[in-house]
């Protein structure tokens, strides 16, 4: 089972309010990733990171932002919460796996609603 | 254009049932194409991994399979319990890229009924 955490779990905030999600990993994984999903919908990758001070954007715009101060560590941050951030975040880390891939574990995931 | 295509978009079964979920894609050049479960409220979860030089793989009661010169993959699941309940997302990765970037279908809400 993979060792990758969220929090909070859900969190419901209003409009306006500055938020951060947490991710942690305790894989020691260079390369970590947030994802955005909605309701039957497919994953969205929207921040990438390939390690210590190394932040990307994904291919869906998002008006979130991230840091990697530490390889364990992958914050994203919202600074103003608007209803239409109202989605599902996956974080997600991942290694070179087996067949030259790279098999990525994802973290439970923070239910995030904007009123 | 890179993408995923699942179907059916959602499958109601009888517990004990067998099922069969269907991936059809576009990405090139191919790596190697997952199957994930999702629970709801939950990250995903990798069941199978495969190359294109696989045709079938097996994790317990789950068995994909790729025929990679059509481009499609199936994933079966053998005398369905109430826990398989869930999302299953197809999930392909293509060669030319070093950061690891996966395409994702929709997923197939699968509810098993007891």
């Known amino acids: 089972e993979a060792d990758i955490y969220q929090t909070p779990r859900y969190l419901v905030i209003g409009t306006g309010k500055k938020i951060t999600l947490e991710c942690s990993q305790t894989?020691?994984?260079?390369?970590m990733y947030w994802y955005q999903q909605d309701p039957g919908m497919e994953l969205h990758l929207i921040h990438y990171?390939?390690?210590?001070?190394?932040?990307e954007k994904g291919d869906l715009s998002s008006e979130s932002t991230v840091s990697r101060i530490r390889t364990e560590h992958f914050p994203l941050t919202l600074e103003s919460a608007r209803p239409s951030h109202t989605s599902q975040y996956l974080c997600?880390?991942?290694?070179?796996?087996?067949?030259?891939?790279?098999?990525?574990?994802f973290g439970p995931g923070t239910r995030l609603t904007v009123t | 254009k890179n993408q995923v295509e699942q179907s059916p978009q959602s499958l109601i079964i009888l517990e004990g049932k067998n099922c069969t979920l269907q991936?059809?894609?576009?990405?090139?050049?191919?790596?190697?194409l997952r199957w994930y479960k999702q629970d709801t409220g939950r990250g995903p979860v990798s069941l199978t991994i495969?190359?294109?030089?696989?045709n079938t793989k097996s994790n317990g009661r789950y068995t994909a399979t790729l025929d990679a010169d059509t481009k499609q993959s199936s994933l079966h699941i053998t005398a369905s319990q109430l826990s398989d309940s869930a999302s299953y997302i197809c999930?392909?990765?293509?060669?030319?890229?070093?950061?690891?970037?996966?395409?994702f279908g929709r997923g197939t809400q699968l509810t098993v009924w007891p």
């Open positions: 990171s390939y390690g210590v001070n190394s932040t």
């Open positions: 894989m020691g994984h260079d390369k």
């Open positions: 997600a880390s991942s290694d070179l796996d087996t067949v030259g891939g790279y098999e990525q574990y």
């Open positions: 495969m190359t294109f030089s696989e």
């Open positions: 999930v392909v990765s293509d060669r030319g890229s070093t950061l690891g970037r996966l395409y």
């Open positions: 991936c059809n894609y576009t990405v090139s050049p191919f790596s190697n």
